[in-house]
Nanobody, 116 residues
Framework: QVQLVESGGGLVQPGESLRLSCAAS????????MAWYRQAPGKEREWVAR???????YYADSVKGRCTISSDNAKNTMNLQMNSLKPEDTAVYYC??????????WGQGIQVTVSS
């Protein structure tokens, strides 16, 4: 069973940056997409960004221009660079991997808090 572990979260002030990472416990083959989601208190989980197997990236409007998703298949990791953070970015962030057979794996989530 593949396990995904997020890291890099924490408390930052508005305007600062964070880099989230997602590490897989083993090499994952036949990946379709890798993505980041987030869930703020009292809200539903929402998609933030994804990267397809061919390297194309997509972003939610709320983070477009401020976030960059990347992956390093050799290291079995995925990253989310977040700049110009806002209080509304406060949430638990989850990474997700979807295989070509539609099976998916989720990380346990990591807290990001943006507050002055």
């Amino acid at each position: 069973q593949v396990q995904l572990v997020e890291s890099g979260g924490g408390l930052v002030q508005p305007g600062e940056s964070l880099r989230l990472s997602c590490a897989a416990s083993q090499t994952i083959w036949s990946i379709n997409t890798m993505a980041w989601y987030r869930q703020a208190p009292g809200k539903e989980r929402e998609w933030v960004a994804r990267i397809s197997s061919d390297g194309r990236t997509y972003y939610a409007d709320s983070v477009k221009g401020r976030c960059t998703i990347s992956s390093d298949n050799a290291k079995n990791t995925m990253n989310l660079q977040m700049n110009s953070l806002k209080p509304e970015d406060t949430a638990v962030y989850y990474c997700k991997v979807v295989l070509q057979n539609a099976r998916d794996f989720w990380g346990q989530g990591i807290q990001v808090t943006v507050s002055s």
